[in-house]
């Protein structure tokens, strides 16, 4: 993780070397600008998602059991500060002057404002957050701040109340000087220093707000008290010296129970001038794991180490307890000092994956049965991509969540391009309307579950105000992350300040372009049995060509040949591929074929019980995901060829008797990895959005014909 530590000076201030060369000055510039684009690139997002592989049914863009957050202290773009500079640009500043850049225009002030919607009785309720996030920077763009301030009726401090920031981002070692001692429970404990001087001055510029406009109040969510990542090191040792040994889980304990004290006093205590700002508190985050759906250990998988400063992806929290205490402790302490007007969530990403969703109630009903402790609600983070997840998904964890805590709330919302995509000027417009018909259906199905009686929808928060300043425009291996090959149009209004279809999504959704739908391919499987062994039997002679042309940045080239009986489906690729890898550990990441099976072709948006996600790499090594998936229901040989390599499989009917006239949803992928063991792309026959593997509406179908 980078920090970037640097003094932007505005172009042209009194500050500047007026006798500097022009060339000299021009370069400093276009290093300032560079330094910015880097600096924006790491806005965070606050506890994100890392869908697991697709054999957990996650999304497999982003690695698993990763935080969505950095350590960059302020981490996003201003509107005076920063430019981007492209190659083209810096040559010609060798040469001559550019003109000077147009002034973005003014954020519309004739459109409904957000929270009118939103926090309405035909919204999700006249008390309903609707939020976005914002980071400490962002308070000198007055055309962003219009923005927060006309559309929203809450914040989240995107980095500033973390653990990091207030203990000054001093990562690497505490000041040793300001270590001192403060009371707590009648014993004197040493502590580091607090700082609160970067919460303080966006807390402090919302209550100016709100004095002077008693009837458009902003109300603030606090983020986050305890979290694996964004906590540094040093915290979880003795003398609070990251090379001396972990300290005891007792004195852990005194450690958590005064920093969530301090915290929740000088915030919310009857004494603070800002206990009014405050309606809910993220007390723990993330700390349920991708690769295991059960709780995260200190032995996650990563790159991340646990002697460095702070972590993606291991807990030391977990390493010094070895169990779930410090996640009660931290509902009880958080009940003990916080104002009972106060509501106490536990946050987390990936949280639509039904396994992961298994290990997050688990995590809530553990609180809730220990003594002592409050939960009042559970934060859906909602890092999602277009279309993905799917919707039925999206309310079934409302649904589930509904169950188990008072109130369900969407957290951090932002959505990914879709693989659709290819990043052109040209594709721009429709990816824009695919977004927000993305968004509508998530707004609905938000309304509709808040309207079931026992549920509370209590509001949403979008994860960011204007597009260029999302955490998603740089590249990240943190759950939920992008990775940078595209720019990302994550949130509800863009560069220039205006309302893009995201918005419109919820105030007037009349006004969406209407998206074509895609027809559905179909098939027709001849039936016939053949031997698996690699060799190609006369049989298969008979069966139909299908060709895989949807190709979402795979070079691969794939023909397939697919026959049936009473007892197997057979699939028959042949695929065209210069480069074979199989060196990555995420099987999906390798090459490989996939064939998703839906039998009783409901075309559901999330997997049923009939539902199958099967995998053979070009090495033969099987892999699958669903209830019914296992070694004995699959059987396969590979031959690698000249060009590429065959994959002949057989998998065997488990739900329904088939016949002729039968239909089935089904869907054949290739994964296509890079000489580096990375998946630079898929090639499929139906699906292009990139979603199989969750979600079965993309399947096509294909009829079982004698």
């Not at 690695?63 to 981007?84: D, G, K, L, V, W």
């Not at 550019?98 to 919204?123: F, H, M, N």
């Not at 009986?565 to 065209?576: G, H, P, R, T």
Request: glycine share 6%; hydrophobic share 35%.
């Amino acid at each position: 993780m980078i920090r970037y530590s640097l003094l932007i000076l505005p172009w042209g201030s009194k500050s500047e070397n007026r006798d500097m060369k022009h060339n000299n000055m021009k370069k400093n510039k276009i290093i300032c600008a560079a330094l910015c684009a880097a600096m924006l690139s790491s806005m965070t997002a606050c506890g994100s998602s890392a869908p697991a592989p697709a054999e957990t049914a996650a999304p497999e863009t982003t690695a698993a059991a990763s935080s969505a957050e950095t350590t960059s202290e302020e981490t996003t773009q201003t509107e005076a500060e920063t430019t981007t500079v492209t190659e083209a640009e810096t040559e010609a500043e060798t040469e001559a002057e550019t003109e000077a850049p147009k002034p973005k225009p003014e954020p519309q002030k004739d459109i409904t404002p957000l929270r009118d919607v939103v926090a309405s009785d035909d919204g999700l309720g006249a008390d309903a957050i609707c939020g976005g996030a914002i980071v400490n920077t962002e308070l000198r763009d007055k055309k962003l701040m219009f923005l927060v301030e006309n559309h929203f009726n809450a914040i989240t401090i995107g980095n500033e109340l973390k653990p990091d920031c207030m203990f000054g981002y001093h990562n690497a070692k505490p000041i040793e000087s300001l270590l001192h001692t403060e009371e707590l429970n009648g014993e004197e404990i040493l502590v580091p220093q607090l700082d609160h001087s970067r919460a303080d001055k966006i807390l402090d510029k919302i209550l100016e707000w709100n004095e002077e406009n008693p009837d458009k109040q902003i109300r603030v969510r606090g983020h986050v008290l305890v979290w694996h990542s964004q906590t540094p090191e040093w915290f979880f040792h003795e003398d609070y010296d990251k090379t001396k040994p972990y300290v005891t889980p007792e004195e852990m304990t005194k450690r958590q129970e005064w920093y969530i004290k301090s915290m929740l006093t000088y915030y919310t205590g009857e004494d603070s001038k800002y206990k009014d700002l405050f309606y809910g508190w993220d007390v723990v985050n993330e700390a349920i794991s991708d690769a295991t759906n059960t709780y995260r250990t200190d032995t996650e998988g990563g790159y991340d180490s646990l002697s460095d400063d702070t972590h993606g992806s291991k807990s030391s929290w977990w390493k010094v307890y070895g169990s779930n205490e410090f996640i009660i402790n931290a509902f009880r302490f958080a009940n003990k000092y916080a104002p009972e007007s106060l509501d106490l969530y536990y946050n987390d990403y990936n949280e639509q994956n039904a396994n992961k969703r298994k290990g997050i109630i688990q995590l809530i009903n553990d609180v809730k049965a220990a003594e002592g402790t409050r939960i009042t609600g559970f934060g859906m983070q909602g890092h999602y991509t277009v279309d993905s997840p799917s919707v039925d998904q999206f309310k079934e964890a409302i649904h589930d969540y509904g169950q188990v805590v008072e109130k369900v709330m969407v957290t951090e919302l932002d959505v990914k391009v879709s693989a659709r995509f290819n990043g052109t000027k040209e594709a721009l417009p429709e990816e824009l309307d695919r977004e927000g018909h993305y968004f509508y259906e998530l707004y609905e199905a938000m309304k509709e579950m808040d309207k079931e009686d026992g549920y509370d929808v209590s509001g949403v928060v979008v994860w960011g105000i204007i597009d260029p300043n999302s955490w998603l425009q740089s590249r990240s291996n943190v759950g939920g992350g992008a990775d940078g090959t595209l720019a990302q149009y994550p949130l509800l209004f863009d560069g220039d300040y205006q309302a893009k279809p995201a918005y419109w999504a919820f105030v007037d959704p009349s006004k969406l372009s209407s998206v074509e739908e895609k027809p559905t391919a179909e098939m027709k499987i001849t039936k016939g049995t053949v031997t698996i062994d690699g060799d190609i039997d006369d049989a298969w002679s008979g069966a139909e060509d299908v060709k895989l042309d949807i190709a979402l940045g795979s070079k691969a080239e794939c023909s397939a040949k697919l026959l049936w009986d009473e007892e197997n489906l057979y699939v028959l690729a042949k695929v065209k591929d210069d480069v074979l890898n199989t060196d990555s550990g995420n099987d999906y990441e390798q090459d490989s074929i996939e064939v998703f099976l839906d039998e009783n072709n409901s075309k559901t948006g999330s997997y049923e019980s009939d539902d199958k996600q099967y995998r053979v790499s070009c090495e033969n090594k099987q892999s699958f995901n669903g209830e019914k998936c296992n070694a004995d229901n699959m059987n396969s040989a590979a031959v690698k060829t000249d060009d590429g390599y065959i994959i002949e499989a057989a998998f065997k009917w488990t739900d329904i008797t088939p016949a002729a006239g039968t239909k089935i949803g089904i869907e054949l992928q290739i994964n296509d990895a890079s000489a580096d063991g990375v998946r630079i792309g898929t090639l499929n026959w139906s699906d292009d959005s990139n979603t199989s593997y969750m979600n079965t509406s993309v399947f096509g179908t294909a009829e079982l014909t004698e």
